[in-house]
């Protein structure tokens, strides 16, 4: 596609963005209840798309996992437009108001961000998931997916333009990029015809994103994720919740890549960790730990860690394990490798749970409990349009209350300001 056409389409979902926030609650069910039937009834289109990209990937590739979908995920990205289709509308919420001594009334009301785009890899149903969001909290939409699920996002893109045809929306309120990279180049240099681009991904992607865009960001995605057995946590707690952490699904943001513990409890870490030999999860282990394993643990999965296996997200059947003396040193090491996504912590003193809280900087931290719930349907919020690891604007899994802004509106009876 050329250069003057992307830019076209872009102008066009700029100008859409301003109508559609006026779409009255009924209209947008109605497109979100559609788009969940076309997904249903389109399965088979989809998951034949899908096939001709699974096709092109290893399967051993840890991102085959999101790449790939089958009838049960369908079902579920279906389900999820109709949770978000259910939610409150984040629109048009007082959010302050008050009278000055003039007599002025201020009011500070939600609305919508404008365009957003956002750009990802793998997960086709991002695709869907990004525009049931957007649509919902009145914004336009720009996706760009990446070139292995092109196949996919080409068909799942056809029902959310189907949908909005049958409700008598425009389909230019939503775009999807060309997946050739120089497509990003053009998004990211689009200057007030993209409002915010979020960039879902590796470290790798978030990096590049961060490096050339000229429009705002806001980061999400990469998760080096750690779990600390603290001296004083419970035993059968923390062998479930590393399992879960680490096996629950691999290729995802919130696994667990760094198990800490602390040396007290070292003569209890082969038992902690016997299940994951049930998932082939391959231990790089640091000299005090690989001490205690080497006798117990499937030698063909444990090896010596090196220095930069601490702060690797692995996305893959892969653990590290770090051995402390201190909670304070287990927070160091926190703090030193952490991307500020999800830590957690394992232990039955309040004083070391209140420790960790308040001295660990992440957008979610744990007291006894799998990493693996960072994520925005399990906060309760629907479907999410990604994990935010940065402070300004959203942090932690962004929702619907995430894809809106404020404006301040003003009601007067002729006041003028003196000079």
Same mark, same amino acid.
């Given at each position: ?58 399967? %051993?590739?840890?991102?085959?996992? +999101? ?6 995920? =369908? $079902?579920?990205? *279906?389900?999820? #437009?109709? @949770? ?119 470290? %790798?992607?978030?990096?590049?994103? +961060? ?6 960001? =806001? $980061?999400?995605? *990469?998760?080096? #994720?750690? @779990? ?142 799998? @990493? ?48």
């Amino acid at each position: 596609m050329k250069e003057e056409e992307i830019i076209d389409s872009l102008k066009k979902v700029k100008k859409r963005s301003g109508e559609i926030k006026g779409l009255s609650p009924t209209t947008q069910t109605a497109v979100l209840k559609t788009l969940a039937q076309e997904l249903r009834s389109n399965r088979e289109l989809i998951l034949q798309a899908n096939k001709k990209d699974c096709d092109l990937m290893d399967p %051993s590739d840890p991102r085959y996992d +999101r790449l790939l979908l089958n009838k049960e995920r =369908i $079902e579920a990205i *279906a389900k999820d #437009v109709e @949770t978000v289709m259910n939610l409150p509308s984040p629109l048009h919420h007082i959010l302050e108001e008050r009278r000055l001594p003039n007599g002025l009334l201020l009011q500070r009301i939600s609305v919508p961000l404008g365009v957003v785009a956002v750009i990802y890899e793998s997960r086709p149903n991002v695709t869907v998931d990004v525009f049931s969001l957007c649509f919902k909290a009145g914004n336009g939409c720009v996706v760009k997916g990446g070139k292995e699920a092109s196949h996919s996002n080409q068909a799942l893109s056809a029902c959310i333009h189907e949908a909005l045809k049958k409700e008598g929306v425009s389909p230019e309120v939503f775009y999807a990029l060309p997946s050739e990279r120089a497509s990003t180049s053009l998004l990211l240099n689009a200057i007030h015809l993209v409002d915010v681009c979020i960039p879902r991904g590796s470290q %790798s992607l978030i990096n590049a994103v +961060r490096k050339e865009a000229k429009i705002p960001i =806001i $980061e999400t995605g *990469a998760g080096i #994720v750690h @779990t600390y057995f603290d001296k004083e946590g419970d035993f059968k707690k923390g062998q479930n919740i590393i399992f879960n952490a680490k096996t629950r699904r691999v290729s995802v943001c919130n696994a667990l890549d760094t198990l800490i513990i602390h040396s007290a409890r070292l003569k209890e870490l082969s038992e902690l960790v016997k299940p994951l030999q049930e998932k082939s999860v391959l231990l790089w282990a640091d000299k005090r730990s690989y001490d205690v394993l080497c006798s117990h643990y499937d030698a063909s999965y444990l090896k010596q860690a090196t220095p930069e296996v601490f702060g690797r997200e692995f996305l893959s059947h892969q653990l590290a394990i770090k051995t402390v003396d201190s909670l304070e040193e287990a927070v160091e090491h926190i703090q030193q490798y952490t991307s500020g996504h999800s830590e957690a912590i394992v232990t039955e003193s309040k004083r070391a749970a209140d420790f960790f809280i308040n001295h660990v900087d992440a957008a979610v931290v744990y007291v006894n409990a799998s @990493t693996a719930f960072t994520d925005g349907a399990q906060f309760g919020l629907g479907a999410e349009i990604g994990i935010s690891t940065q402070k300004l604007h959203a942090r932690g899994p962004m929702a619907l209350d995430a894809l809106t802004s404020y404006q301040w509106v003003i009601h007067g009876d002729g006041q003028i300001r003196p000079a």
